[in-house]
């Protein structure tokens, strides 16, 4: 080892947990600003805004939303830092959510006792959507296939997988206690908001103090050096795809608790569209080697309200959705107009 | 010669970047039918003047005139329609496309509207043969290997009547063979009177096949020659700005140290390195505390013989010893583990990753050992990036600083120090000075003298003769491929070294081919 | 050839290496293949196959997928990607529903102005605001569905049976026959003409190699002067006045505007380019082997039904999509052989 004397200055440790570097660059001024500026407006002109009822009577869009949506959007962050993209989330958010019911509803004999039933229908369609995953993820790195490309076999087939899986029926499980994950409560915080705010910290916490979080920024920013350096970077890109795979599961399993019932049509519908523009929004550079984890929860959460404002409005979901549309393609092509 | 009005008469053009004066105070005056070379050394300035003159870049000041008339282009398109064309060192053309439709790409000729496959054809069949080329021009240009497919961009440069052709290192990515072919090119433009901006830095192509040279040197022209009346050594010394006699001297470079104490033992043995047709059987040894330059042209397999040794690539056969034990490395992780460090030749696609900061570039490699149980420990990455950045005098604002944000020389002390951290018993260097201003190389070339001096085997790869003279004990020379000559101490000097990577075994061979060999058949 | 290859002219030559070539020859005439046969197995098998009303059926139902994957060919040809194209049926049969009283000219004439509008905006966004291809058109997957509900209230419109814009449904008769058949659907002959001016503009227009010169390395297309941002805008039009026209086809085949159809479309059309043999990454392909795809998986869907109606095996509409994501895989597999050592560095995933 090399001579180690030399004792670093106390400075060095400050400066690793500031805020500003958090809110680094214009864009996060932007956001956070125009995420401010709404929820101010709403204030003021929605009833029963702030109280968690107002919240929860919203049609079909709700604010407690954000948390499946922001846990496929953190496992599409790290995604994009290593330069790739995961298409298939939305599919595998599905998939999970038709085999969850399938394993906690199911009448063989370890199964039917409750507890057993319910651990097992959150691990099973994890398992199953990190395996998902890491066929991506072998697609990628054994393959070389573009990653666009490879996760569209699933974006295409993995919705049908769930279909067939669920027999196209749609699965409803009311009284269950698989339901909690959605609706339950602790200490008055949605049990989802706090899986969300678990996941989120773990993800940022890997990437900012473990070796593979090093590894994922070196991948992301230059494949061939990071090879050359020794770092393995077919399996942190394998690895990535995994994390992507359970992260979409997991939040397949909330949206299904949330209904009560799981509809492999339904379940996860657009969620890639939606996590790749939260990541987009939270300043993650599509090029790879950054990831902003607490940025995109910012981006999932203004997307969400900005959803939500214009439903509570009376306007057609249909509008709605063609004015997200048009707002994930306007700060799309503002990333990119700040990076060229 | 009389001196006939110029093709193209560059004059005091100058052209800053932010925070960086690339061109001070240009010249460049082209002969009709001529074959002119530009030559510098890294920064001289040389691409800059290329891109104002093809349109790529606007100049601050000074004029361009062509044939007589003021031009200022300001797209690669306007100056193709002028009259410049440009060959680049990356054959831009669309591999997946014919090699007809290449050439004629955004010209196709047309009948009634519709393409003309049959003119088409037969019109480049007709370019490539003024060439002395004969090949199949309907299939995709991939099909060829890139002295081909530089043949087909040229063809296509001369198909837009072409006064002025610039080629921007043609060379480098062709063997002797096809460096012939391409002078042979060069030669029939001539006789149709195009002219040729060559611009290279290997000097035995230059002076086998330019009139002129004009030499740049910080910005500025410094020489216009005819070449006939330059010598080369003369040439060398106008380039780097030093007097006739400097340049026969020693002391040009940071090594000072003449001999290292090598020891006796054998640190790296490779022999009979093959790997598909670009590594024809290597060997080399190095000893501990022995700096072993590695010498040869372009394609001769330098860099592959690194990677192989490195297992960056893998291998078709041959046997690699380290410390006398057989190596069975399947990726540069298992070489790194076993005391071998290789700094690669291109920062920028292989060495640095640009966001992150120095002290995660500097720490990259020695992750594993930093860390436990999966976490980076923070103190004992701070300990070594605070020494190393003080022992290698690396200039940045604090370690946080983004690395892309530091001067080439400073960057590749970070990468440097990211090998030396791990006290490695064996370093390739891969061109470690490439692309450094003069005060950084011969610091990082007296630290190789020093790691050397502590006993570190290091294998160097230059491709300037200074270093492999002043810099090694012992000089490897590679020509195809293949180990051609191994110069002991006393022998090296740079003639051995260029004659060795020019003739080889000396059996004979011949450096230019015949002209039945460059008729490419029709496969 | 003499003399030793440097490494990069290694990676060409092994491009170059024959065999890759002959194994992408041999996918294109694979498809070909694969279709001829199990046409032959499918006659042998299913009495109800070599039936007029059978074969027209399939052929009606797959030249609205082939026109799609005809203007899907373009696009990915680019190196892009149309994923608004379901969509954009749904969105005009709804149109052409809506404005069928008033006849097939002017019904034509709003679908196609619904196919401009969507196509210029796509185009618009992705050559010149430089939006990836992917989010830029799944956005508008969205918007063009949002609008398609909008615009029929969440319901269906049937269509008014008494204009003449029903004609699109009605076969095209020859006045004699061939091979005892009469008449073909108009459809069908829309596809076809459709198909052979693609594969002329594809073949003998300037326009159709730079389209694939632009797939093949846009930078080098970019620096021999192609006018590289018109090329990709026009291909997004093509694809989107092509998806217009398979809506109003719709319409008028099945008597009504569907805002819930065309679901998925966008991905059968993609399947069949690629089964097809053209590059999913781009700067190589053809407009007919397309049509061999859509064929091909339309038939292997048609051999699915029959299999069912035989009772032996139960294939629900749900393995659609696994089938074609299947097909896909195994298509893009044997492709990434090729597309291996194109892909460059700093390039970002979509």
Sequence with gaps: MANLNHVAPQQHMLRRFSLPRLLRGGQTYGVVGTLVALIVYNLVSTPRFLTFDGLTEAVNVNLLQVAPIAIVATGMTLVIATGGIDLSVGSLMAIAGAVA???????????????????????????????????????????????????????????????????????????????????????????????????????????????????????????????????????????????????????????????????????????????????????????GGQARVWGTLLGALLIQLIRFTLVTKDIPLPVAQIINAAIILFVVYLQRERKS | MA???????????????????????????????????????????????????????????????????????????????????????????????????????????????????????????????????????????????????????????????????????????????????????IRQLKVEGVSVIFVGHRLDEIYAICDRVTIMRDGRTVEERELHTLGKI????????????????????GFTVSEHRT?????????????????????????????????????SGRTEVARSIFAADPLDAGSILLDGQQTHFHSPADAIRAGVGLCSEDRKAEGIIPYLSVRENLTLAALP??????????????????????????????????????????????????????????????????????????????????????????LMISSELEELTEGSDRVVVLRDGQTVAT???????????????AHGDDDGTQIVATDEELQYGKS | MAGIVSSKGERSAWLANSFVRSRLLMQRQGALLML??????????????????????????????????????????????????????????????????HGLLLTLAACLGVGLGVGIINGWAIAWLKIPPFITTLAMLLAARGLALLLSNNASIVVDTTSDFNVLANNFTFGFDILGIGAIPIAVVILIIAYAVGAIVLNFTRFGRHVLAVGGNEEAARLMGLPVERIQFTVYVMSSVLAALAGALLAAQTFNGLPT????????????????????????????????????????????????????????????????????LVVIILQSRLTRTRGKVGQTPL
């Design chain 2, 3 to 185: 001196q006939t009005d110029p093709l193209l008469h560059m004059e005091h053009i100058a052209k800053a970047f932010p925070g960086v004066v690339a061109l001070v105070d240009a010249h460049l005056r082209i002969q009709r039918g001529e074959v002119h070379a530009l030559i510098g050394q890294n920064g001289a300035g040389k691409s800059t003047l290329i891109k104002i003159l093809t349109g790529a870049y606007r100049r601050d000041s000074g004029s361009i005139l062509l044939d007589g008339r003021t031009v200022d282009f300001q797209s690669p398109q306007q100056a193709q329609n002028g009259g410049i064309s440009t060959i680049y060192q990356e054959v831009n053309l669309v591999p997946f496309r014919s090699v007809a439709e290449n050439v004629f790409m955004g010209r196709e000729p047309r009948r009634f509207g519709f393409l003309n496959w049959r003119q088409m054809h037969k019109e480049t069949d007709a370019l490539l043969s003024r060439l002395g080329i004969s090949i199949d021009v309907t299939k995709p240009l991939l099909t060829y290997n890139i002295a081909i497919q530089q043949m087909v961009a040229i063809a296509r440069a001369i198909s837009f009547k072409s006064k002025l052709v610039v080629m921007d290192e043609p060379t480098s990515s062709l063997n002797e063979n096809e460096v012939a072919t391409l002078f042979k090119v």
């Design chain 2, 487 to 501: 110069l002991l101490h006393e022998k090296i000097s740079q003639d051995a070294i260029m004659t060795a990577m």
């Design chain 3, 261 to 328: 159809e065309g679901v998925g479309w966008e991905l059968t059309a993609i399947a069949a380019v690629v089964v097809g043999g053209t590059l999913l990454s781009g700067g190589m392909g053809s407009v007919l082997t397309s049509l061999v795809g859509v064929l091909l998986l339309g038939l292997i869907f048609n051999i699915l039904n029959f299999e069912n109606g035989r009772g032996l095996i139960s294939i629900t509409s749900f393995w659609q999509s696994v089938i074609r994501g299947a097909f896909l």
């Design chain 2, 263 to 299: 020891g006796e033992k054998v640190l790296l043995e490779a022999e009979g390195l093959r790997r598909g047709r670009v590594l024809q059987g290597v060997t080399l040894q190095v000893h501990a505390g022995e700096i072993v330059g590695l010498a040869g042209l372009l394609g």
């Design chain 2, 234 to 253: 003369e040439l060398v010394a106008k380039m780097l700005g030093k007097e006739l006699g400097d340049v026969r001297k020693s002391g040009q470079t």
């Design chain 1, 101 to 287: 019911p399938l394993v906690f509803l199911s009448t063989l004999p370890l199964l039917s006792n409750p507890f057993i039933g319910i651990t097992m229908g959150i691990i099973v369609p994890l398992l199953i959507a990190g395996l998902f995953g890491l066929f991506n993820g072998f697609l990628v790195t054994t393959f070389r296939i573009q990653p666009i490309i490879a996760t569209l076999v699933l974006f295409i087939a993995g919705r049908g997988i769930a279909q067939v899986i669920s027999n196209g029926n749609i699965q409803v499980f009311r009284g269950s206690n698989f339901v909690l994950l959605g609706s339950g409560r602790i200490l008055n915080i949605p049990v989802q908001v706090l899986v969300m705010l678990i996941v989120i910290i773990v993800v940022a916490w890997v990437v900012r103090t473990t070796t593979f979080g090093r590894y994922l920024l070196a991948t992301g920013g230059n494949e061939a050096a990071s090879r050359l350096a020794g770092i393995p970077t077919d399996r942190v890109k394998r690895t990535v795809y995994v994390i992507s795979g359970v992260l979409a599961g997991l939040a397949g399993l909330i949206i299904v608790a949330i209904n009560s019932s799981s509809d492999a049509s339904n379940v996860g519908l657009n969620g890639e569209l939606d996590a790749i523009a939260a990541v987009a929004v939270g300043g993650t550079p599509f090029t």
């Design chain 2, 369 to 458: 050992v930093l860390s436990r149980h999966g976490i980076v420990s923070h103190e004992k990455q701070q300990q070594i990036v605070d020494t190393f950045i003080e022992r290698l005098g690396i200039k940045t604002s604090s370690p946080d600083q983004k690395i892309r944000e530091l001067s080439g020389g400073n960057q590749q002390k970070v990468l440097l120090a990211r090998w030396l951290c791990l006290n490695p018993k064996l370093l390739i260097l891969d061109e470690p000075t490439r692309g450094i201003d003069i005060g950084a190389k011969a610091e990082i070339q007296r630290l190789i003298d020093e790691l050397a001096e502590k006993g570190l085997g290091v």
């Design chain 3, 36 to 101: 001829v046969l199990l046409i032959l197995f499918a006659s042998l098998r299913y009495d109800g196959f070599l039936t007029a009303f059978n074969i027209f059926h399939l052929l009606s139902y797959n030249s609205l997928f082939g026109l799609i994957a005809l203007g899907m060919t373009f696009v990915i040809m680019t190196g892009g990607i149309d994923l608004s194209v379901g969509s954009l049926v749904a969105l005009s049969s709804v149109v052409a529903a809506r404005v069928s009283p």
